[in-house]
């Protein structure tokens, strides 16, 4: 009788509809059942054989996401964590793997967007360090054209001059100083051209 009332808390924690199933004489019993007939100890024996059950199930899924967790599956591993918890819902070890795994998910969430912050801070660095690299080239491109143009100037050809100012105007519109030295060659050049015109008649005068 001791054990009797040992187990009945046991057997009260089983849903009506799960008694019911695993116990199908018990529910068609015909009226005047006595409750004191059933067997304690055959039902106490089912419970074992369940949370063995439920612990090797348990036990199963708990080895899988370990597994998933050394290879670094943390997706896996909470899969198989969570099927563990399904089976018994009281198993603190896949309760606890499961927190961590979902520490390291955060971490690992974490690091991911600092990467591709990283990712995008050197795309941009590399861009702006392309940019200045392309703005020199130009710089020091328009500065040679702009010096051959002076120097073309300075020796009276006025013509090529003037086309090296256009080659650098092509390359930089607007460029004052390149405007500039064009005007006066172009100016330069007509004067030259007249001068040589009247010296043409000069001599021509002059025989």
């Not at 309760?95 to 801070?121: F, G, N, T």
């Not at 013509?159 to 500039?180: F, I, K, S, T, W």
Request: aromatic share 6%; hydrophobic share 45%.
């Amino acid at each position: 009788m001791r054990s009797r009332s040992l187990l009945l808390p046991a057997l009260l924690v089983l849903s009506f509809s799960s008694f019911v199933d695993e116990s199908q004489a018990f529910t068609n019993a015909p009226l005047g059942f006595n409750a004191q007939d059933i067997d304690l100890d055959k039902e106490a024996e089912k419970i074992k054989v369940r949370r063995e059950q439920q612990e090797y199930m348990a036990k199963q899924f708990i080895e899988k996401g370990d597994q998933a967790f050394d290879i670094a599956d943390l997706d896996q591993a909470l899969l198989e964590y969570s099927n563990a918890l399904a089976v018994m819902p009281s198993n603190q070890e896949a309760r606890k793997r499961m927190a961590l795994v979902e520490s390291a998910m955060a971490l690992r969430d974490e690091a991911e967007i600092q990467a591709a912050e990283d990712r995008a801070a050197a795309a941009k660095a590399a861009a702006m360090e392309a940019a200045e690299a392309e703005r020199n080239r130009l710089v020091n491109q328009l500065q040679g054209l702009y010096d051959q143009a002076y120097l073309a100037f300075e020796r009276e050809n006025y013509e090529r001059a003037a086309d090296l100012c256009d080659q650098v105007l092509g390359l930089d519109p607007g460029n004052p100083h390149a405007e500039e030295l064009r005007t006066i060659a172009k100016a330069a050049s007509i004067r030259k051209a007249n001068e040589e015109v009247a010296d043409e008649m000069r001599r021509e005068w002059m025989t």
